[in-house]
């Protein structure tokens, strides 16, 4: 054999030894296999055992972004376009000679636009008058504005006409079936969001509108307060 072959081949088991004891240790280093986090083993590469920087975090899931609340719609109010309010009152008219009449009504509003209204009423009605009183009931159409508005009430003027079927003529010697044109003037108060207290005076008006052979009529002034709340 060439003894300088000999020479470079004499070192080779020995280098062959240091390889095998190098290598693993080195591999060991850069190659750690983690214990399972939620029963999946990890396996990542450049990790010494001490290395914890990339350690799994919380098992939760992404936080999910909570959905924007949209905004509530306004409220109605009472008396806006488009909605409707339930009404009572109770009122006193007298003709400041021999009749006094006491008008009781029960009726909704329909407000197309704000602050105006179309009223329908059912009322019901006693007269006191020379001779035999009355009672008796009817019907009633009203259209009313609230013509200045000041936020917490308001001054409004109506117009309306409605008929009364009596059990007895009236005036006394007329007629037991009439008709009733009002108009008048008056203010509602706030009373919240949805209520408001209604006072109002008006001439109030008892004719037959010449159905009968007698017409004498009837003209009086009328206060009244009610109540109305809105839906």
């Given at each position: 054999m060439n003894p300088l072959r000999s020479s470079f081949l004499a070192p080779a088991p020995?280098?062959?030894a240091l390889a095998l004891a190098i290598v693993p240790t080195a591999f060991a280093s850069d190659y750690l296999t983690l214990p399972p986090a939620n029963g999946i083993p990890l396996s990542i590469?450049?990790?010494s055992a001490d290395d914890t920087a990339l350690q799994p975090s919380s098992t939760a899931g992404p936080a999910t972004?909570?959905?924007a609340t949209a905004p509530a719609p306004d409220a109605?109010?009472?008396g806006d376009a488009n909605t409707f309010a339930f009404n009572l009152s109770l009122g006193y008219a007298n003709d400041f000679e021999d009749i006094?009449?006491?008008?009781?009504t029960i009726g909704v509003s329909w407000f197309p636009v704000r602050l105006l209204s179309i009223d329908l009423d059912a009322e019901g009605t006693f007269v006191s008058q020379p001779g035999d009183n009355a009672v008796g009931g009817g019907l009633a159409l009203t259209l009313r504005w609230h013509f200045l508005d000041f936020?917490?009430?308001t001054v409004y003027?109506?117009?309306g006409v409605g008929f009364l079927a009596l059990s007895e003529p009236v005036p006394a010697g007329a007629s037991d079936f009439v008709f009733t044109p009002r108009a008048g003037v008056g203010c509602s108060f706030e009373l919240n969001e949805k209520t408001r207290l209604l006072t109002g005076v008006r001439w109030f008006h008892i004719s037959n509108a010449q159905t009968a052979s007698s017409n004498p009529g009837v003209n009086a002034l009328e206060g009244y307060v009610g109540i109305s709340f809105g839906f």
């Open positions: 020995l280098a062959l590469a450049g990790l972004p909570s959905a109605k109010r009472w006094g009449i006491v008008p009781a936020k917490t009430w003027g109506d117009l």
